[in-house]
C-alpha cells in the first residue's frame, strides 16, 4: 500500500511559469514532510520541508504548501528555470527519528 | 572531504556472487540509511541504523545484510545477488536533531 503517491509522472513547464508538484499521502500519523530534488547520476538532495504545524514554507522561488484536511502537499517553484529540470520526490514521516517514506517521484522538465 | 560517499559507483556481478556496497560519512551523523532506486518504485529503504550496532529492517530487506560497527561506516551486503537486484542504491544519513537526509551519490549494481 503506497504511502505517499505522486500521481503525474512527469510535468513540462515554459521557463519563467510557474511549476507545481503535488502529492498526496494517506497515513494521518505523518507530521513531517520533505521535498528532494534528484539530477541524472546523482544523489537526492534535500530542497524543502514543512512541519505538519505549519501550512506553508518559503525559501526563495520554492515554496510548499500543506492542507492535512485533504493530506495532500505541493511544491510551487516560481519562476521555474532550466536548471530546475530534474526528479523530484516527496517524502513524509512520523513523529520521532522513523525513517522517510518517499513517493515515486515527478521528472520536470522546464523548457526554455 | 567532508560529506557521503559511496563505493563502487559502478559495479558488475554474477547471479550468486556475493558484493559489498561501501558507505562512510563523514559528518559523525547518528542515522544511515540503505535505498534502492527502481523505475516505478521511486526510492524504497533497505534497512536503517540508528547507531553504531543498532540495525533495523525497512521495506525491502530480503536478501541484503547490513553492520555498523563504526559510526562513519555503513556496509550493504548482497550475500548471493541475484538479477531482480539490479538497482541504483544510495546511501543516506541524518543527524538526531534534524529529519533531512544527506545522500551519496548511488551505486549502480548490474546482476548478470
Known amino acids: 500500500d503506497q504511502q505517499v503517491k505522486q500521481n503525474s509522472p512527469s510535468l513540462s513547464v515554459q521557463e519563467g511559469r510557474i511549476s507545481i508538484l503535488n502529492c498526496d499521502y494517506t497515513?494521518?500519523?505523518?507530521?513531517?514532510f520533505l521535498w528532494y530534488k534528484k539530477y541524472p547520476a546523482e544523489g537526492p538532495t534535500f530542497l524543502i520541508s514543512?512541519?505538519?504545524?505549519?501550512d506553508k514554507n518559503e525559501d526563495g522561488r520554492f515554496t510548499v504548501f500543506l492542507n492535512k484536511s485533504a493530506k495532500h502537499l505541493s511544491l510551487h517553484i516560481v519562476p521555474s528555470q532550466p536548471g530546475d529540470s530534474a526528479v523530484y520526490f516527496c517524502?513524509?514521516?512520523?513523529?520521532?527519528?522513523?525513517?522517510?517514506?518517499f513517493g515515486k517521484g515527478t521528472r520536470l522538465s522546464v523548457i526554455a | 572531504d567532508a560529506g557521503i560517499t559511496q563505493s563502487p559507483r559502478y559495479k558488475i556481478t554474477e547471479t550468486g556472487r556475493q558484493v559489498t556496497l561501501m558507505c562512510h560519512q563523514t559528518?559523525?551523523?547518528?542515522?544511515m540509511f540503505w535505498y534502492r532506486q527502481d523505475l516505478g518504485h521511486g526510492l524504497r529503504l533497505i534497512y536503517y541504523?540508528?547507531?553504531?550496532?543498532?540495525?533495523d529492517k525497512g521495506e525491502v530487506p530480503d536478501g541484503y545484510v547490513v553492520s555498523r560497527s563504526k559510526t562513519e561506516n555503513f556496509p550493504l551486503t548482497l550475500e548471493s545477488a541475484t538479477r531482480s537486484q539490479t538497482s541504483v542504491y544510495f546511501c543516506?544519513?541524518?543527524?538526531?536533531?534534524?529529519?533531512?537526509?544527506?545522500f551519496g551519490p548511488g551505486t549502480r549494481l548490474t546482476v548478470t
Open positions: 497515513n494521518s500519523m505523518f507530521d513531517y
Open positions: 559528518w559523525s551523523h547518528s542515522y
Open positions: 514543512i512541519s505538519s504545524i505549519k
Open positions: 543516506a544519513s541524518s543527524d538526531v536533531r534534524t529529519y533531512e537526509q544527506y
Open positions: 517524502a513524509a514521516k512520523r513523529t520521532g527519528n522513523t525513517p522517510l517514506v
Open positions: 541504523s540508528a547507531a553504531a550496532d543498532i540495525t
